[in-house]
């Protein structure tokens, strides 16, 4: 089972989404009404992380492992 992050469609202006978790199978189709509320809602796409590279030398490592904080090309957020 997968968990994916919904949202409440606003209906009225200034009304704020909410977000919730849902755990679904790959295979079940998005949502589009909240399981409780009946309330109009959607699937959010969140974005992922790494690098695929096909070939060649393995990508280079960050991250907390050899020192960095992970994130950035020097391997810190600052």
Known sequence: MTTYVYETIPQQPGEKST???LKQSMQD???TQHPESGKPIRRVI???YGVLKSGGAPAPKSGAADGGCGCGPAGCCN
């Open 19 to 21: 977000y919730f978790e």
């Open 29 to 31: 189709a998005p949502l």
């Open 46 to 48: 969140l974005g992922g």
